[in-house]
């Protein structure tokens, strides 16, 4: 709750010589209140009769000095792609200032130099504003994977017994809320007209918060930045360090915590800092923050932005619609729309140019155009794989227990298996597999402590293979069920980024385990594609090779992708397991092995 002496002090400190009716403003109480307070303080000593602090008054205030800042700036911002795919939402410009230094400078102005950044996504992207303003940053190991529960949980011991300022990145203040003397916790609002899916704030008349609930119509919201005092950390806190601890809650905000200390009388007080309109600002999005800062309308400094510019020819206030799709193993995408029509532009991720030959992916795509199985492609640049596609509006990815859909996916692989097209380039699973290991040995050991082993094994089946001397048509290498659409137009087979010539029974092996499947659904899916070139029996030992190896494969794949910072959480053991099992259960049969 509100110390209203201490903020009275605070305020005549800042500002000496304050009217009553404008300390009644800044105080939040009537003028009779305000009356009382200044003959309370003047009585105890803490005023001068020219209602200037005496040393009384300033060492009544020490105790609400704000001790520092923690800034929360670990998350991706994934309504503002494409500009957050090359930079955090925080390092945004707003009016030609960076949101997170406005913060900084507001901070620094009220002589608040403590401040911590918690970073995640891009966390290199903020080491210049060690030297440029002499903040700390904090590493987040589970921004991927958590909410900004985990920020405040790894920061904690920042919050233990200090009065802190508990900021987004991304918050942009017109004027400065903030102040060196803050007599209580609070979180800041804003009114909101008409209907809202913020929280909706209930409080009583001292404006303490009494509930919060989701959503509502002409209601005070939560929205900006926090102050929490060492008080209502102190009860915070244990509560919010067994939140995280517990299955369940790693999509938590901080504030969940609270409201279920709230919702279990047991919430310290926490007041509402309600501002007008214009004070602060929480952007959702690009078209918002267009409409706010004008620069952004045709020039966001988005090479992604810059490139549909070009490609389309139109100004980047006609790219809308803009939607961060979701994330894919190898690279990231969002959906847009110039001038009625939706398409995909796709980014590669971290590393992937040392993973994806993209003028083999460019000749994959030439090769197979005349059988009309692929996305229809506006844009393709084999230098850096920046991808320009078609968004078919309407059409469902296959369903991988759907026997109907099975059935159609197969009859297109069979389609591009039949098809006299060729390519320069191989998959060579030997190949991959010794060149994902040498990447992962350049960032340190491999994981798997029988990993030794294990790649005997392997091997041993790429030597059993080598010897059928097996023949190789243009293979997808990424069948997964994400990449075939079914469409108005029929079924697309989409994403050919690992496509090469190969034994054609290696899609049904690569099919099987990106489904997490077993054996018995690959032999399915040979019943659903038909006759192939060798007997049925010697056709399922082949794919069940195929799936061990393929299986090693990926398995050093996430876990070389692990070491540049993306997770991938049980993937890589799901394959491992899958190389392990495959060879044990060839062994019986292959006598060779």
């Known amino acids: 709750m509100t110390d209203k002496l201490a903020l009275l002090l605070r305020e005549l400190s800042n500002e000496p010589?304050?009217?009553?009716?404008?300390?009644?403003?800044?105080?939040?109480?009537?003028?009779?209140?305000?009356?009382?307070l200044l003959s309370e303080a003047k009585s105890a000593g803490l005023l001068n009769e020219d209602a200037t602090l005496t040393p009384a008054g300033q060492k009544y205030l020490e105790p609400f000095r704000v001790d520092g800042a923690v800034i929360l700036?670990?998350?991706?911002?994934?309504?503002?792609?494409?500009?957050?795919?090359?930079?955090?939402?925080?390092?945004?410009?707003?009016?030609?200032?960076?949101?997170?230094?406005?913060?900084?400078?507001q901070l620094r102005e009220v002589g608040i130099t403590d401040i911590t950044l918690v970073v995640g996504y891009l966390k290199e992207a903020f080491e210049y504003l060690i030297d440029l303003y002499g903040v700390k940053l904090l590493y987040n190991p589970d921004f991927s994977t958590m909410n900004n529960i985990s920020s405040v949980y790894h920061a904690a011991s920042l919050f233990e017994g200090r009065n802190m300022y508990l900021l987004s990145s991304d918050n942009w203040m017109q004027e400065n809320l903030f102040h060196t003397y803050e007599p209580g916790s609070w979180y800041a609002a804003v009114h909101v007209s008409g209907e809202t899916r913020e929280w909706v704030l209930h409080y009583n008349k001292k404006e303490v918060i009494t509930g919060v609930e989701v959503g509502g119509r002409d209601a005070d919201v939560m929205y900006g930045p926090v102050y929490l005092s060492r008080e209502f950390s102190a009860a915070l806190l244990p509560a919010l360090k067994e939140a995280y601890r517990t299955p369940g809650k790693e999509q938590y905000y901080w504030e969940n915590v609270y409201l279920d200390l709230l919702a279990a009388k047991k919430a310290p007080p926490l007041s509402v800092n309600l501002q007008p309109d214009g004070v602060i600002?929480?952007?959702?999005?690009?078209?918002?923050?267009?409409?706010?800062?004008?620069?952004?309308?045709?020039?966001?400094?988005?090479?992604?932005?810059?490139?549909?510019?070009?490609?389309?020819?139109?100004?980047?206030?006609e790219i809308t619609g803009i939607e961060c799709l979701k994330a894919g193993m190898t690279n990231r995408s969002f959906l847009f729309r110039v001038k009625g029509r939706a398409y995909i532009c796709r980014i590669p991720g971290e590393g992937t140019e040392k993973l994806i030959d993209r003028r083999a992916e460019g000749e994959s795509y030439r090769a197979i155009a005349?059988?009309?199985?692929?996305?229809?492609?506006?844009?393709?640049?084999?230098?850096?794989?920046?991808?320009?596609?078609?968004?078919?509006?309407?059409?469902?990815?296959?369903?991988?227990?759907?026997?109907?859909?099975?059935?159609?996916?197969?009859?297109?692989?069979?389609?591009?298996?039949?098809?006299?097209?060729?390519?320069?380039?191989?998959?060579?699973?030997?190949?991959?597999?010794a060149f994902y290991e040498s990447l992962c040995l350049e960032k340190g050991e491999i994981p798997f402590l029988?990993?030794?082993?294990?790649?005997?094994?392997?091997?041993?089946?790429?030597?059993?293979?080598?010897?059928?001397?097996?023949?190789?048509?243009?293979?997808?290498?990424?069948?997964?069920?994400?990449?075939?659409?079914?469409?108005?137009?029929?079924?697309?087979?989409?994403?050919?980024?690992?496509?090469?010539?190969?034994?054609?029974?290696?899609?049904?092996?690569?099919?099987?385990?990106?489904?997490e499947k077993d054996f018995a659904y690959a032999k399915r899916l040979l019943d659903y594609y038909g006759d192939t070139d060798v007997p049925r029996e010697r056709a399922e030992q082949l794919v069940i090779a195929y799936m061990a190896l393929g299986g090693f494969l990926w398995a050093l794949w996430a876990v070389y992708k692990e070491a540049l910072g993306v997770s991938f959480g049980t993937y890589p053991l799901t394959q491992y397991r899958y190389a392990k099992e495959g060879y044990a259960h060839l062994a019986k049969t292959v006598k060779e092995l």
């Open 450 to 515: 029988d990993y030794a082993e294990v790649r005997e094994k392997m091997n041993r089946l790429l030597s059993w293979i080598h010897g059928l001397h097996r023949p190789e048509t243009l293979s997808h290498i990424d069948p997964v069920y994400a990449n075939f659409l079914f469409t108005g137009e029929g079924i697309r087979l989409i994403d050919w980024e690992y496509a090469g010539m190969a034994d054609p029974l290696i899609d049904f092996a690569m099919a099987t385990i990106y489904a």
């Open 370 to 433: 005349p059988l009309g199985l692929a996305e229809e492609l506006i844009y393709f640049n084999p230098e850096n794989g920046y991808k320009i596609s078609v968004y078919y509006e309407d059409a469902r990815s296959a369903d991988p227990d759907s026997e109907a859909d099975l059935r159609a996916s197969m009859a297109v692989l069979k389609k591009l298996h039949s098809a006299p097209c060729r390519v320069s380039q191989r998959f060579d699973l030997g190949e991959r597999i």
């Open 281 to 317: 600002y929480e952007f959702e999005n690009l078209e918002e923050l267009r409409a706010f800062d004008v620069s952004y309308r045709d020039h966001s400094d988005s090479k992604a932005m810059a490139l549909i510019s070009e490609v389309f020819q139109v100004p980047e206030s």
């Open 17 to 36: 010589g304050l009217t009553q009716r404008a300390l009644a403003s800044r105080v939040r109480t009537s003028l009779g209140s305000v009356n009382a």
């Open 73 to 105: 700036a670990a998350g991706f911002g994934s309504r503002f792609v494409p500009l957050t795919y090359e930079r955090p939402k925080g390092l945004l410009k707003v009016n030609g200032e960076r949101m997170i230094e406005r913060q900084i400078r």
